[in-house]
């Protein structure tokens, strides 16, 4: 013979309540992965286009360096042919 078991209404919705909640709380844990993982993926990407910027600043750094240096080089290279051109017109005895 079978038994029948009574369960009382207020169980059976305990359980199926769980059931559910346990099932939506699930659902939003993996949505919040899911939301952490967009979220590191677009650091990521926020932190190579702050490398790439670096990168390229420091390169228009040098170049900007390069440049001061070659100016400076040009300029004492004035400096010395006008000093020897005072210096020959000075010898050259003109008053």
Do not use: F
Request: aromatic letters at 2%; one cysteine or more; glycine letters at 4%.
């Amino acid at each position: 013979m079978m038994k029948v078991v009574a369960v009382p209404a207020a169980a059976l919705s305990l359980v199926l309540a769980t059931g559910c909640a346990t099932t939506q709380n699930m659902e939003q844990q993996r949505q919040m992965i899911e939301d952490n993982a967009v979220t590191a993926d677009q650091a990521m990407r926020t932190a190579e286009q702050a490398q790439s910027s670096a990168d390229q600043a420091q390169r228009m750094a040098r170049e900007a360096d390069s440049k001061a240096d070659r100016a400076l080089e040009e300029n004492a290279r004035l400096r010395e042919m006008m000093q020897r051109m005072e210096r020959t017109y000075e010898g050259s005895g003109a008053k």
